[in-house]
C-alpha cells in the first residue's frame, strides 16, 4: 500500500535530539547530549515506600480510570501550592494534569492554532516544544535571546509583523538551551506586549526550582491578571521524568477545551504517579528535597564550569548558569559548528548542534549545548577535555 | 482576554458520557452508564509484588526518561506474543506503547488526517474514539451494523461515495456500545474492501479477550498481507485502565510518522506501568489470568442478562453478548429514547442514551447502552429492576 500522510508531518522529523541519542548508544561514546535529570537526585526511597501503601491501602484508585483533568487532590494542592509559594493563579484559572511539560504544548497548541498561525519564541528554544508547534503545520518565528532574556524590542517588532500570532512560548528561568534568566524588566515586559497584541503567553518553567546561585524571579503568571498566561509545571525535573507528571495553570476557558482535547488523546494521567506525586508533596518535606536538589545541581554544574573555564575558554565561550541542566557554548564564528560537533562525534564525545533548537533551520547559531545532569563527574571530565583538545586545535 | 479557539475544537463538545457521569456521582443514583472494568479483576497481588520488586531492584529504569516507541523488553514480548497467539504481526510492521487504545486513534489521526477527510466507522459505535476523529475536523460516515457486523454492503457504498475517506473504523469483538461480534466471512469482506480502496483499516480491540462462551475469531490483522491495518490492542482491560497502556501493531512506515507525533505529545508512556504490565505477562501466567476474568465476566453478564430477561424483555429487545461489557437495548420505535433515559435518571439509574453513539447526531437510534461491570450485583438488581417498571408503562 501507498501511505499517504496529512499535510501536517509529511515534512515532520524525528527530534534531531533523539537521532543524537542514536551514537550515545555506543557505550565508548560520552553523552552530553541528553537532558536527563541526575538519578541520584530521585526520591527513590520515598517513592518506594509511598507505592507500596497506595497499593497495599488503596489499590482500586490507582488501577482504576480517574478523571480527564486529573487526581483531584494532586490538583487542589498545586492550585493552593502555587498560589500561596508563586502567587501563581486566579480564581479565573483552572488546572489540568499533564504528560509532563510536553503535553501542554500539544493540547494548547491542537485548542488555539489553526494551520498557518504564528508562534513566537525565544531563538534558540527547546526543539521538543517547538516540533509540537511544528506538528500542526504553524509557523514558527523566533526573537533572538540576550544574556537577560527575550529582546524585547524585537519582539514587539515581529508582533507587529505577525498579524496571525497566537502565543509566545517562552522558558524564562535556566532557558533550554541558552541557560539564561529572563530579567524581572523583561518579565513585566513580555507580559504588557502580550496583552497589547492580544497574543497568550506559554510560560514554560520546568527547571525553575533547579536555581542553585542568586534570587528567584516572579513568574510571568504571577502579574497575570487579564487571563493571558498558561503557566507549565513539571514534576519530572524535581521527583521523576518517567512518571510522566506535568501540570497547566491557566484561564478556565481554555483549560476546558485542553480537557476535551485530553479525553480523546490519552483519556488521564496514570494513576499511580499521580497518587505518588501527591502523596510525596503532602506527606514528606517538599522543600527540603528541592533544597538538596539545588545542592546535587549546584555541585554538578559548577564542577562542569570549572572544566569550560579550564579547557575551552577562551577559544570557546559559555553563558554561566544559575540553575537547570544545560550550557550553551558558542564557537568562534569563523568555526563550521556542525562539522566540529560531527568531530566531537568522531572523537567519542556526544554534544547537541546549536541548529537543533532554531526556530527555522536556517537561523544562524555558532553554538552547541551541553548538559552535565546525565553524565558522572568522570564522564564529564573525559567529555570536556576532549572538547578541550579540539578547541586549542581550531 | 477574548479567546479565540482553533476551528478543529470550536465545535468540540466533552463526551456525553463523562458528563452523564455528573448524575452518577449522585450515590443515590445507580450508574449502569459507566465502563469501568471490574476492580474485582485487577491483578492487585501481583502488581503490588512487582512494583515493590521494580522499586528495589532498578528504580532508576522506572523513574527515568524511556524510550517514545515504548519500553523494549515489553514490545519484544507483544510483538511475539501477538504474532504467535493470534498471527497479528509481519516483518513489515512496528510496534509502539501509548496512552491505552484512546491515544492510537489520536496519533493515527494526527498522522493520516487533513480536514475534510473521511473515517468510517461502525454506527453506533464508541464515542471516545468518534469525538477524536471529529477532534481533527473530519467527517464522519456511519454504516449500519447487523448481528454479524458492519453491513458489508452498506460499507462498499459508502467507500464509493467518499473519494476522501482514509480510516475504517471497527471494533470486531463485542463492539461497544452494540455487543456485536462480526463474523468471518464479514472480517475478510471489510479488508477485501479495504484494500480495493486503499484505505487503512483501524482494528480496535479491547475486549478481545473477554470472551467467556463461543469460538474466538481470527483479527482482522492476521489477513494483513497488504499493510493495510492498524491493530489496536490495550491492557486497560485485562491488567488495569488506570496505567494507560495500550499498544498499536501496524505499518512501519506509519508507525514511524505516530512515533515523532508521541514525541511531542507526551514523549513517552510512563515507565512503572510498562515495567508493571511486562513482568505481569512474562513471570505470571498470563492466560490463567484471562480465563479468571473471562469466569468474572461470564457471571456478571449471565445474571444482567437474566435480569434483563425477566424484567425488560419482551417490552425492551437487547442483543445477547458472548462478551465485553456492554449490552445495546433497544426501545420500541414509537417510544421517545432520550426522554426514557432522562426519566430513568429521575427514577435514580442511569444508562447512556444511544445518540451519544451514533456518527452524526441525528443518526436515527431507538436504543440505549447499559454496562455490567461496574456495578455490584446489587445494584444491577435493583437498576435492572427500575428500569424493567419502566418499561411495563410503555
Redesign the interface.
Request: aromatic share 6%.
Given at each position: 500500500?501507498?501511505?499517504?500522510?496529512?499535510?501536517?508531518?509529511q515534512s515532520?522529523?524525528?527530534?534531531a535530539i533523539?537521532e543524537i541519542f542514536k551514537y550515545s548508544s555506543d557505550p565508548s561514546v560520552i553523552s552530553l547530549s541528553a537532558?536527563?535529570?541526575a538519578?541520584e537526585a530521585?526520591p527513590?526511597k520515598e517513592?518506594?515506600e509511598i507505592?507500596?501503601r497506595i497499593?497495599?491501602e488503596d489499590?482500586?484508585?490507582?488501577?482504576?480510570?480517574?478523571l480527564?483533568e486529573g487526581y483531584t487532590p494532586l490538583r487542589c494542592f498545586l492550585k493552593d501550592y502555587m498560589k500561596k509559594k508563586h502567587s501563581v493563579g486566579t480564581d479565573n484559572d483552572d488546572i489540568l494534569i499533564?504528560?509532563?511539560a510536553?503535553?501542554i504544548?500539544?493540547l494548547v497548541s491542537?485548542?488555539?492554532?489553526?494551520e498557518g498561525d504564528t508562534v513566537i519564541c525565544e531563538n534558540p528554544s527547546f526543539i521538543?516544544s517547538l516540533?509540537?508547534f511544528r506538528?500542526y503545520n504553524t509557523r514558527l518565528v523566533g526573537v533572538p535571546i540576550e544574556p537577560d532574556g527575550m529582546d524585547v524590542n524585537a519582539l514587539e517588532q515581529t508582533l507587529k509583523n505577525e498579524p496571525k500570532a497566537?502565543i509566545i512560548y517562552t522558558i524564562p528561568n535556566f532557558q533550554n538551551p541558552s541557560g539564561i534568566t529572563m530579567s524581572l524588566e523583561k518579565r513585566k515586559a513580555v507580559y504588557e506586549l502580550a496583552r497589547k497584541y492580544?497574543v497568550?503567553i506559554i510560560e514554560d518553567n520546568p527547571y525553575g526550582d533547579l536555581r542553585f546561585r542568586g534570587e528567584f524571579l516572579p513568574c510571568i503568571k504571577s502579574f497575570d491578571t487579564?487571563?493571558?498566561v498558561m503557566y507549565s509545571g513539571s514534576f519530572?525535573k524535581v521527583i521523576?521524568?518517567?512518571?510522566?507528571v506535568g501540570y497547566v495553570i491557566g484561564?478556565a476557558?481554555?483549560i476546558q477545551?485542553m480537557?476535551?482535547?485530553k479525553?480523546?488523546?490519552?483519556?488521564?494521567?496514570?494513576?499511580?504517579?499521580q497518587i505518588v506525586c501527591h502523596e510525596f508533596v503532602t506527606k514528606y518535606d517538599f522543600d527540603k528535597h528541592l533544597e538538596n536538589l539545588q545542592e546535587v545541581y549546584r555541585k554538578k554544574a559548577t564542577f562542569a564550569m570549572n572544566l569550560l573555564d579550564k579547557h575551552l575558554v577562551p577559544n570557546i565561550t559559555y553563558h554561566k548558569i544559575d540553575g537547570g541542566l544545560f550550557i550553551w557554548c558558542e564557537l568562534p564564528h569563523e568555526v563550521d559548528m556542525p562539522k566540529f560537533c560531527t568531530d566531537a562525534v568522531k572523537n567519542k564525545v556526544c554534544v547537541v548542534p546549536g541548529t537543533a533548537f532554531m526556530a527555522q533551520e536556517t537561523d544562524e547559531t555558532h553554538s552547541f549545548r551541553i548538559n552535565f545532569s546525565t553524565p558522572t563527574d568522570e564522564q564529564l571530565e573525559k567529555g570536556i577535555t576532549i572538547l578541550g583538545e579540539m578547541a586549542k586545535n581550531l
Open positions: 500500500m501507498q501511505y499517504t500522510f496529512s499535510d501536517r508531518v515532520l522529523k524525528p527530534s533523539r537532558g536527563n535529570p538519578p530521585f527513590v517513592i518506594a507505592s507500596e497499593l497495599r489499590p482500586i484508585s490507582a488501577l482504576q480510570y480517574g480527564t499533564t504528560s509532563g510536553q503535553q504544548m500539544d491542537k485548542s488555539i492554532l489553526n521538543g516540533n509540537t506538528s497566537k492580544n497568550l487579564d487571563g493571558i519530572s521523576s521524568p518517567g512518571m510522566r484561564p476557558e481554555v477545551k480537557v476535551v482535547c479525553q480523546g488523546q490519552d483519556v488521564h494521567i496514570n494513576m499511580w504517579s
